[in-house]
């Protein structure tokens, strides 16, 4: 009787750290998908930091392109 209560309870122990490991490589191949999203966005800004997106057709002038433009949004930064 003591033997099958130890296997159970040593099954109950494997599955608990097979729950654990699962859980804890899902946070970890969270954290390389926002890395990788940041160094995506890294690539994507200008040299000085920030990114600039350009809209609609008005009189300001876009930095990316010399388009005519609305409106000029940039964003400095992780702000």
């Given at each position: 009787m003591k033997s099958k209560k130890h296997i159970l309870g040593l099954i109950f122990l494997i599955s608990i750290l097979i729950c654990f490991l699962k859980?804890?490589?899902i946070n970890y191949d969270t954290?390389?998908?926002n890395y990788m999203l940041?160094?995506?966005e890294a690539l994507a800004q200008n040299e000085n930091g920030d990114y600039t997106d350009c809209y609609f057709l008005g009189s300001l002038d876009c930095p990316h392109?010399?388009?005519k433009v609305k409106y000029i949004v940039t964003k400095l930064g992780d702000l």
């Open positions: 859980s804890a490589k954290k390389i998908g940041l160094n995506i392109n010399n388009l």
